[in-house]
C-alpha cells in the first residue's frame, strides 16, 4: 500500500487520501489540528460516524468537525472540539483561534483525550457490554 497524501493550497494543509492505519496514525501525531469536515449527500441520508474522529480524540489534537449526524454525540463545541457550519471563515477563524490561544488547543486536547479514554476505550466497551449481559440475567 502507498502512503497517499498530496499538499494543495499551503504548506500548512495537507490533504490525506487512502493509507495505511500505521502511516494514519504517524500524520496524526505530527498534526496541530485534525479536521473532519463533511457534508449530507441527498442520496445518502444516513448518519455519520466516522472512525478517524476516535482517532483524532485519542491522539489528544483539537478538532474541527461539521455538525452532522452522529458526530455531534462525539463532539461537543467548545469542550473537547469544534463544530463547524462547514464555512471556510468558521474554519479559518476556530484555526486562528487555536493557533492565537495555544493554552485553548492545549486544554481542548485534553478534553478530547479524557472522553476517549473514558467513553470510548476497550475498557469502556467492555464494561457496558458486561454490565448490560448483568442486566438480562
Not at 496524526?28 to 485534525?34: A, E
Request: aromatic share 14%; glycine share 2%.
Amino acid at each position: 500500500t502507498h502512503y497517499y497524501y498530496r499538499p494543495y493550497a499551503s504548506k500548512n494543509i495537507v490533504y490525506l487520501r487512502s493509507m495505511p492505519y500505521d502511516q494514519f496514525t504517524s500524520l496524526i501525531n505530527q498534526s496541530d489540528v485534525c479536521l473532519a469536515l463533511y457534508y449530507q449527500p441527498k442520496h445518502f441520508p444516513f448518519y455519520f460516524y466516522p472512525m478517524k474522529l476516535i482517532d483524532y480524540l485519542s491522539a489528544g489534537k483539537p478538532i474541527i468537525a461539521t455538525k452532522l449526524g452522529s458526530i455531534n454525540t462525539l463532539i461537543d463545541n467548545n469542550v473537547n472540539g469544534f463544530v463547524s457550519d462547514n464555512t471556510i471563515s468558521n474554519i479559518t477563524q476556530t484555526i486562528l483561534r487555536l493557533k492565537r490561544n495555544r493554552k485553548l488547543a492545549k486544554t481542548i486536547a485534553r478534553n478530547g483525550r479524557a472522553y476517549a479514554i473514558t467513553n470510548l476505550s476497550d475498557a469502556h466497551a467492555r464494561l457496558k457490554y458486561q454490565t448490560l449481559l448483568q442486566s438480562h440475567l
